[in-house]
């Protein structure tokens, strides 16, 4: 009998690095994500952001970078420690699987345990971005009522989501 292997996330190591180079996503998404090396290079001059691979077992399906600060990302704080999600993405061949939303439930599970003196998870997500918004609400996060206007994709919807 097959068991299938546990989405979890892990801090990019120089092994994982390697590995995350060979993810992409679909050509539709690209203005919304970016390029994997792009990602990388600025996690790693960024003192204050963890990147995180997403995998399924031991293999990278994924990626999203947690910055210790949700103004970094939404440009405001919200009155509580509140840590960033950017740049979450599933590997255009491993998406339609469910693994999007196994990662956010995986992510938010390591938070609660690395990082408990936070609050809150913020993002900011392209307002014409259906599927990420469909996605994020499933996984728990709301409209914070707030628009964010320096993303490169246009207005962008500010979503939180308390952490336990």
Same mark, same amino acid.
């Given at each position: 009998?097959?068991?299938?292997?546990?989405?979890?996330?892990?801090? !990019?190591? /120089?092994? #994982?690095?390697? /590995?995350? *180079?060979? #993810?992409? =996503?679909? @050509?539709?998404?690209?203005? %919304?994500?970016?390029?994997?090396?792009?990602? #990388?290079?600025?996690?790693?001059?960024?003192? $204050?952001? $963890?990147?995180?691979?997403?995998?399924?077992?031991?293999?990278? =399906?994924? %990626?999203?970078?947690?910055?210790?600060?949700?103004?970094? !990302?939404?440009?405001?704080?919200?009155?509580?420690?509140?840590?960033?999600?950017?740049?979450?993405?599933?590997?255009?061949?491993?998406?339609?699987?469910?693994?999007?939303?196994?990662?956010?439930?995986? *992510?938010? /599970?390591?938070?609660? $345990?690395?990082?408990?003196?936070?609050?809150?998870? !913020?993002?900011? =997500?392209?307002?014409?971005?259906?599927?990420?918004?469909?996605?994020?609400?499933?996984?728990?996060? !709301?409209?914070?009522?707030?628009?964010?206007?320096?993303?490169?994709?246009? @207005?962008? *919807?500010?979503?939180?989501?308390?952490? @336990?």
């Amino acid at each position: 009998m097959h068991t299938p292997q546990p989405i979890r996330v892990a801090p !990019v190591d /120089a092994a #994982l690095h390697r /590995a995350l *180079l060979a #993810l992409h =996503v679909r @050509p539709q998404q690209r203005d %919304y994500v970016g390029a994997i090396a792009d990602l #990388l290079a600025d996690a790693a001059n960024c003192a $204050e952001c $963890e990147p995180m691979a997403i995998l399924h077992g031991d293999t990278p =399906v994924g %990626y999203c970078r947690i910055d210790a600060h949700a103004r970094s !990302v939404a440009g405001r704080d919200f009155g509580l420690p509140a840590l960033g999600l950017r740049a979450f993405f599933i590997d255009a061949a491993w998406q339609g699987r469910g693994l999007g939303t196994q990662a956010l439930a995986a *992510l938010i /599970a390591d938070l609660a $345990e690395r990082r408990r003196q936070a609050r809150l998870l !913020v993002l900011a =997500v392209a307002s014409g971005n259906r599927p990420a918004l469909r996605l994020y609400r499933r996984a728990g996060f !709301v409209d914070s009522g707030a628009l964010y206007h320096g993303g490169r994709s246009g @207005p962008q *919807l500010l979503l939180r989501r308390d952490l @336990p």
